[in-house]
């Protein structure tokens, strides 16, 4: 694996960094590469429970592709169509995975930054960071996939300020329009995010899987939904040791273990 994508384990989270600080995290092919083995890695690591993907550098989550090596990467049918692909697959895994995904955003979201953040399934940015999708600069396109998780997000008409129009979204005008959930001050933001982080790695995991399974249901075409199988998630939350667990601890006033099962 690239060394522009770090990874770590701290107990039962999982932290994914995008390591390419002396270019604000801007991503490469490698990088996406990189990326989905990284998460699958995650997820086949029954300790990992929380995700939380990240920039390093204390500058940027992820300035977009980078735009040096586009002649070398991206340029020729084939070579193009190599680094859609390579990237989709590692969005589709974050965004499919069974653990809980936060995207730790600290400083600038641009282009692909924004790509991997709505492949997560929290968002939370310091005071700091500021959101844009230039794609009209470049002469760019975007696959549906990432589109349509902008648009589930944020809705049409801000997907279209964003791309079309140019509109650079700051914290607090992120927060307004639902792409992150919370804006942290400075001083507080690593703090917040290990807190947010740990306490849900503590939680049940089986009803995370059942509740993102149900809810990236929800948001398909009616004739795509597979009802039986949630309906099975739902049931098998009740039918688990976890389910006990939880009201023993809470008649118990202890904190409940989860063990998943």
Not at 238 to 261: M, Q
């Amino acid at each position: 694996m690239t060394d522009r994508i770090l990874t770590k384990k701290d107990g039962q989270i999982g932290h994914l960094i995008f390591n390419n600080p002396d270019k604000l995290n801007a991503i490469s092919l490698d990088m996406w590469e990189g990326m989905g083995k990284a998460v699958d890695a995650f997820e086949k690591d029954d300790d990992i429970r929380v995700i939380v993907c990240s920039g390093a550098g204390g500058k940027s989550f992820i300035a977009g592709a980078d735009v040096s090596k586009y002649e070398e990467e991206r340029m020729g049918e084939n070579a193009q169509e190599h680094y859609a692909k390579t990237g989709e697959r590692a969005l589709s895994a974050l965004y499919n995975s069974t653990k809980v995904t936060i995207a730790a955003i600290d400083g600038w979201c641009i282009g692909g930054g924004i790509s991997v953040a709505v492949s997560c399934d929290l968002r939370y940015c310091s005071t700091k960071s500021e959101f844009a999708q230039p794609a009209m600069r470049y002469g760019i396109g975007y696959r549906y996939g990432s589109l349509r998780r902008l648009v589930d997000i944020v809705g049409v008409p801000t997907t279209k300020e964003m791309l079309l129009g140019g509109r650079r979204l700051k914290a607090d005008e992120a927060y307004t329009k639902g792409l992150v959930g919370k804006v942290i001050e400075e001083a507080d933001y690593q703090a917040f995010i290990d807190d947010i982080a740990g306490k849900i790695a503590i939680g049940a995991p089986l009803t995370a899987q059942q509740v993102k399974f149900t809810l990236g249901e929800i948001v398909k075409d009616p004739s795509d939904r597979d009802l039986e199988r949630c309906e099975a998630m739902f049931q098998t939350c009740y039918a688990s040791a976890d389910y006990k667990e939880g009201i023993r601890a809470f008649s118990e006033k202890r904190k409940p273990v989860f063990t998943g099962k």
